[in-house]
């Protein structure tokens, strides 16, 4: 065996340029087994392996039931049937490669399956920007020697490569041909190939497409594969490419697992630990992530953590039971970490198509109406829901945070010096009312306005920095979470600091709002006392109530950054304040309402 593993392993050290390590030995090991622990693990790195990783049977998921448009096993294997070459697509980290390893071993180990078909998997993901047509196409054509020895003990794609002296870009195409036309002639075998992260090549993607294309009109006659599936994060689409370079059956985009799939990986964690998992915290493993695969588990993992971490009085007295809190705690902590998957959000934030539709729903406004492809291409990704709201609460909170790191023209104007909690503790509690006058100082004085900037990036700029201002406050010493108010033009921030020493236990809630200018009329007051103030005063208010109310919370703040023409004359300050006493069902309310306005400020 050494040989052999020494051959495999060192083959894939020569794609360092290409890929971190860590996931080269992770993918490797996993595929052959070759490591095992005592107990499983959720698994967060790589394809999940069921004698290792809490695992969920792609054919018995229950996403991937009833609704006709939706991915199952069944389908799949019926355009393998009818030699259709098609797409499987989903966000990064759902589960994509370990669905297509699943296809492999089904095809190949099913007894009347592998009768007729013979699947090989190959993993293509490289940094083709530098590097030839003839450099990448022998690259694949390696990969596929690889998948023939690992899976089917098959040294002809090798033997094939050596043959060639010259690095041609056929090589590639020449030897799914050969290859397709040897298991045919010998075993009665039709060739079915699975290109996993077909869509990581730039360069030569469309090269790539068109040898695919070339020989499909020969699959029929067993001189190529009769079925390709390419995997990977987009559609070929999404490319933008013109022509039909590629005849495609379909494109599948991967789903989400229903809660009853979040379930029921947990309840192999509650058999393996010991560890019972509340139906409360299924409710919030589920809420926090709407089924989003790798969160799912990365959750998992961070719930093993906290218990591992536990003194032996701590876990009798938490009682290895996995609740809510426990859950939210975990799930505050994976926010403030730079994790792998949120590494990966870092990176496809910086697509204007995705900008283009993700900033405004962030800042409670509506994306253009022309970018339809964009909101597509955005749901396909997995930032995105059907219903165009952000995928789940988890990216609601850390998207904010991703593109004030991410967009210079945010960055450039936001101040991150943030005081710690502990700067404004009074008589045993935080003042809120002193940390939002900080955060109108840091506003007026810390560069974050600029004349030169336009309206739109202003308001733009002003909202990520409330945001980016909360969340450090808040993460300063207890934890911050932002609630976007779907079609009301605001958003919630609620912080919280809960067992600390030198404080009592505090909650805040604060509704942040932008009003943009109504043409020079001026018509909207904000005198938040005034019984005849305007509609959207007494919107406001009643909005904060609300939350306040669902919160078991009475006294909550308001913050009003107003874009209007000369509706201050009569205050000599652009920071207007009052506190506003009202009452609801018997309960007295106590708000705190400001309104900082632009315009009066006399931007310079």
Not at 199 to 223: A, C, I, P, W
């Amino acid at each position: 065996t050494k040989p052999y593993i020494c051959m495999l392993l060192s083959r894939h050290i020569l794609k360092l340029r290409n890929n971190s390590f860590k996931n080269i030995c992770s993918s490797f090991c996993f595929s052959k087994n070759l490591f095992s622990n005592e107990k499983k693990e959720f698994n967060i790195n790589g394809p999940s392996n069921p004698s290792e990783h809490f695992y969920l049977n792609p054919e018995e998921l229950k996403c991937y039931e009833a609704a006709e448009e939706k991915l199952n096993i069944d389908r799949i294997l019926g355009y393998i049937k009818k030699n259709k070459y098609f797409v499987v697509h989903g966000p990064r980290q759902s589960m994509k490669t370990s669905l297509m390893e699943y296809i492999t071993n089904k095809i190949n180990k099913d007894e009347e399956l592998s009768k007729e078909y013979l699947c090989t998997y190959a993993n293509i993901e490289m940094n083709d920007s530098d590097s030839t047509k003839g450099e990448v196409f022998t690259e694949i054509a390696a990969e596929l020697a690889d998948a023939a020895i690992r899976e089917h003990g098959d040294t002809f794609p090798l033997e094939f490569n050596r043959s060639y002296k010259d690095e041609r870009e056929l090589i590639f195409q020449d030897l799914l041909s050969e290859w397709s036309n040897k298991r045919w002639r010998e075993e009665k075998k039709k060739s079915v190939v699975i290109f996993d992260e077909y869509d990581s090549l730039e360069r030569h993607y469309r090269n790539f497409l068109h040898q695919l294309r070339k020989g499909y009109k020969n699959r029929t006659d067993f001189f190529f594969p009769c079925s390709v599936i390419l995997c990977g994060m987009k559609k070929v689409e999404d490319k933008k490419l013109t022509g039909s370079p590629f005849n495609i059956a379909e494109s599948y985009r991967t789903k989400n697992w229903f809660r009853e799939d979040v379930k029921a990986l947990y309840r192999q964690y509650e058999e393996e630990y010991g560890n019972r998992v509340t139906e409360e915290a299924i409710d919030r493993i589920f809420y926090w992530t709407q089924g989003q695969p790798w969160l799912v588990n990365r959750i998992g993992v961070g719930i093993m953590e906290h218990f591992e971490l536990l003194s032996q009085e701590e876990k009798e007295k938490e009682k290895c039971i996995v609740t809510s809190d426990i859950v939210d705690r975990v799930v505050n902590k994976i926010k403030i970490n730079e994790e792998t998957h949120l590494m990966s959000l870092h990176t496809l934030i910086k697509e204007p198509r995705i900008r283009n539709v993700i900033i405004p729903l962030i800042n409670n406004s509506q994306y253009d109406p022309k970018k339809e492809m964009d909101v597509e291409y955005v749901k396909d990704l997995g930032i995105l829901s059907e219903e165009e709201n952000i995928a789940n609460p988890f990216y609601e909170q850390v998207l904010p945070r991703i593109i004030i790191s991410s967009e210079k023209s945010l960055s450039r104007y936001i101040n991150t010096k943030v005081k710690d909690y502990r700067t404004y503790i009074k008589d045993g509690k935080i003042d809120m009312n002193i940390v939002i006058n900080d955060f109108f100082n840091l506003l007026k004085g810390g560069g974050s306005i600029n004349k030169d900037m336009f309206y739109s990036e202003l308001e733009e700029t002003i909202v990520f920095f409330a945001y980016g201002y909360f969340r450090k406050f808040g993460n300063s010493g207890g934890d911050v979470n932002r609630e976007r108010q779907q079609g009301k033009g605001a958003f919630d921030i609620h912080v919280q600091f809960k067992d600390i020493d030198d404080i009592d236990d505090s909650e805040f809630v604060i509704e942040f709002k932008t009003e943009k200018s109504d043409g020079g009329k001026g018509n909207r007051s904000f005198d938040f006392n005034n019984t005849k103030a305007s509609k959207q005063v007494k919107k406001n208010k009643e909005q904060l109530l609300d939350y306040l109310q669902s919160r078991d919370l009475t006294t909550g703040y308001l913050l009003v950054i107003d874009f209007q023409d000369n509706i201050y004359t009569k205050y000599k300050e652009a920071l207007h304040y009052e506190e506003v006493k009202l009452e609801r069902k018997g309960i007295s309310y106590n708000l705190h309402c400001y309104c900082f306005n632009i315009k009066h400020y006399a931007i310079r």
